[in-house]
C-alpha cells in the first residue's frame, strides 16, 4: 500500500468502515473466512498482513493517510492497523474518496463466485454492468434484466458491495478507462467510448474528479503497446489454477472453424452486439503462471466491447473461483487436482447446441457434426494472420433452417429438431443462457423442450449459466466413479460437496481418466 504523501481526498467519509455480507454459507476452514462474514476488519487485517493471494478480490484496503486504496496482496510497505479501512469492493472505497493505487491496480484483481440467491443477483447485474448494459439503459432495465425491482437491487447491491448499482457502474467505468489507458494504445476518444462513456469531455472531467489526474497522465507513464492489431490484457485468478487440465478439455472438444486449443494457448472467434452493431473477432488466451493469470489478447474488431469480451473470457475460463474455499468442502476428492476449473463458454447458445449434438455419440463424432454445421452455416470473418475464421451460427441463423438442412450434416432427426426448438426459444427470447439467468427457470424452459433431458439441462446450467452446484447425477461416468447404480443414489451422495458439485463432477471426470 503506496506509503507515499499522496494528498488525502475525501475527508472524514474516508474513516467510516462498510459492513458488508458475502454469500451466508457457514465456514469451513480458514480458507472461508472472509467469504462466509461481514467484513471483520481484523480477519482482514490478517490477510493483508501476510499478502494472502486467496483474498485478492474479497476487500479491499484503504490507507487514511495517503487517500489510497489497494489490493490485499499489494506488494508494497503494510500500512499500520490504525490507517486501514476495508470495503467489499472497489466501488465502495472510491465512494468513501479514495483513489486506486497504481502499483496493485484494483481492476486487475479476480472476480468472486456467487452462490446463495442474494449475491447470484447481484453478480448476475455484475456481470450485465460489466458487459455494458448500463450504457444502453438505466437502472430500471438492469433490475427488469434480473427480474427484480429497482429498489430491491439497490438494497442487494449496497448489502454486497457497499454502494447501489449506479455507483458501482460509474467505478467499473472509470476502471476500465484506467486499464484500457495504460495496457492499450487506443485513442482517449476510443477509451471513453469503449468505457461506456458517452461523452469524451464527461469522461475527462469524471477521470480528473475521482483521480486527480488528467487521463493523458496514466497515457504518458504507460508502457509502449502492442501494435494496433491486438489488445492485450491480464486477468487474474485465485492460486492454484490447473490451466493445463482446462486446455485439454478444450482441446478434446475444439470445433474446426471456430476455435483452436494449442498446447500453450487456446483461440476462438466471438461476436457480440451493442448498441444496435455486432463486433466480431478473435481472442487468444495464454497462461502467465508466474502472474497467476491469464493474457486475454482481442483483436482490434472487438475495441468497442471489450468489458464484455473480457466477461466471457473470465467466465469461459472460470477465473472467480476460490480453489481453497472449493476444496474445503470437496475435501479429499479434490486433493489430487486442487486447481481444477469447471471450463464455461463465450457463447451459451453454442454450448446448449453442443450438449444436444453431443448426446448418444462420442466427442469425435460431435466435433465433426458441429464443425459441418459451422462450415455449412457460420458467417466467414476477415481477419488478419493464421486462426479460427468463421463464427458460430447465431440462434436466428438456425431457427430459419429447414430441417433438411440439418438432416444434410449428419444430424438424426430428433437432434436436428431439438436444436432447432431452442434455436427458436433462445431467438425469441424465451430462454437466457447468459450466466447469471435464474437457473431454475432456464432449467425448466429447457426441459420442456423436445430432444432435452435432465442431464443436458444440468451440462448446460453448469457450463453456460456458470452454476456452480449443477450436479449430473444421470453421468455414467459420475454414476461409476461414485460406485453407485442410479441418480438417485448419486444426487444423495453428492449432498456433501454442496453448493460446489460442479467442481465435483469435474474431479469425478478427471478421476476416471
Not at 482482514?44 to 474479497?58: E, I, M
Not at 491469464?294 to 482490434?300: F, G, K, M, Y
Not at 431467438?427 to 447468459?434: E, Q, R, T
Amino acid at each position: 500500500m503506496p506509503a507515499d504523501r499522496r494528498q488525502r481526498i475525501g475527508g472524514g467519509d474516508a474513516d467510516r468502515p462498510i459492513i458488508a455480507s458475502e454469500n451466508g454459507e457457514s465456514a469451513r476452514g480458514r480458507a472461508r473466512m472472509i467469504a462466509a462474514m461481514t467484513l471483520d476488519a481484523d480477519a482482514c487485517w490478517r490477510a493483508l498482513s501476510a499478502h494472502d493471494a486467496r483474498f485478492d478480490g474479497r476487500f479491499y484496503v484503504g490507507v487514511a493517510t495517503t487517500g489510497i486504496y489497494c489490493r490485499p496482496v499489494c506488494n508494497v510497505r503494510t500500512p499500520r492497523r490504525e490507517n486501514c479501512r476495508f470495503f467489499a469492493s472497489a466501488a465502495a472505497a472510491e465512494a468513501r474518496g479514495f483513489r486506486p493505487c497504481l502499483r496493485c491496480r484494483p481492476e486487475l484483481a479476480p472476480g468472486h463466485a456467487a452462490i446463495d440467491a442474494s449475491s447470484r443477483l447481484a453478480q448476475g447485474a455484475v456481470d450485465l454492468i460489466e458487459s455494458g448494459a448500463m450504457d444502453e439503459g438505466g437502472l430500471a432495465r438492469l433490475a427488469g434484466r434480473v427480474g427484480v425491482s429497482d429498489r430491491h437491487l439497490r438494497r442487494v447491491f449496497d448489502a454486497e458491495f457497499g454502494v447501489s448499482p449506479v455507483e458501482y457502474a460509474q467505478t467499473h467505468r472509470l476502471l476500465l478507462a484506467k486499464r484500457l489507458l495504460t495496457d492499450t494504445r487506443l485513442p482517449v476518444t476510443d477509451v471513453a467510448l469503449a468505457s461506456g462513456f458517452s461523452s469524451v469531455r464527461r469522461f475527462n472531467a469524471l477521470f480528473r474528479e475521482r483521480y486527480r489526474m488528467a487521463p493523458s497522465r496514466l497515457r504518458r507513464d504507460a508502457a509502449d503497446g502492442d501494435a494496433a492489431d491486438w489488445l492485450a490484457f491480464e486477468l487474474a485468478y485465485r492460486p492454484p489454477y490447473d490451466f493445463d487440465a482446462l486446455l485439454a478439455f478444450l482441446r478434446a472438444r475444439a470445433v474446426e472453424g471456430i476455435e483452436t486449443a494449442g498446447d500453450t494457448a487456446y483461440s476462438r472467434t466471438i461476436a457480440i452486439r451493442r448498441r444496435g452493431r455486432t463486433h466480431a473477432g478473435r481472442v487468444e488466451v495464454r497462461h502467465h503462471a508466474r502472474r497467476h493469470s491469464l493474457r486475454v489478447s482481442l483483436s482490434a474488431s472487438l475495441a468497442g466491447v471489450v468489458p464484455a469480451a473480457l466477461g466471457r473470457a473470465r467466465h469461459a475460463f472460470d477465473l472467480a473461483a476460490d480453489p481453497g474455499e472449493i476444496g474445503a468442502v470437496l475435501g479429499d476428492l479434490a486433493r489430487a487436482h486442487p486447481g481444477l476449473r469447471v471450463p464455461g463458454t463465450f457463447d451459451g447458445f453454442e454450448l446448449a447446441v453442443r450438449a444436444i449434438v453431443g448426446q448418444q455419440v462420442s466427442v469425435k463424432a460431435a466435433r465433426t457434426l458441429l464443425a459441418r454445421l459451422v462450415a455449412a452455416h457460420g458467417e466467414p470473418l476477415a481477419l488478419h494472420g493464421a486462426g479460427p475464421g468463421r463464427l458460430f451460427p447465431t440462434a436466428q441463423a438456425i431457427a430459419a433452417l429447414a430441417p433438411a438442412e440439418l438432416a444434410h450434416l449428419g444430424l438424426v432427426a430428433s437432434r436436428a429438431r431439438a436444436v432447432q426448438a431452442l434455436a427458436a426459444a433462445v431467438a425469441a427470447g424465451a430462454v437466457d443462457l447468459d450466466p447469471g439467468a435464474d437457473v431454475e427457470a432456464t432449467t425448466r424452459a429447457l426441459v420442456a423442450l423436445p430432444g432435452i433431458g435432465d442431464w443436458t439441462a444440468s451440462y448446460i446450467a453448469m457450463r453456460a449459466l456458470r452454476w456452480p452446484d449443477a450436479f449430473l447425477a444421470g453421468d455414467l461416468v459420475v454414476k461409476r466413479a461414485l460406485g453407485v447404480t442410479t441418480s438417485a443414489r448419486a444426487e444423495a451422495r453428492s449432498a456433501a460437496w454442496r453448493p460446489w458439485r460442479a467442481y465435483a463432477v469435474m474431479h469425478l471426470w478427471k478421476g476416471a481418466t
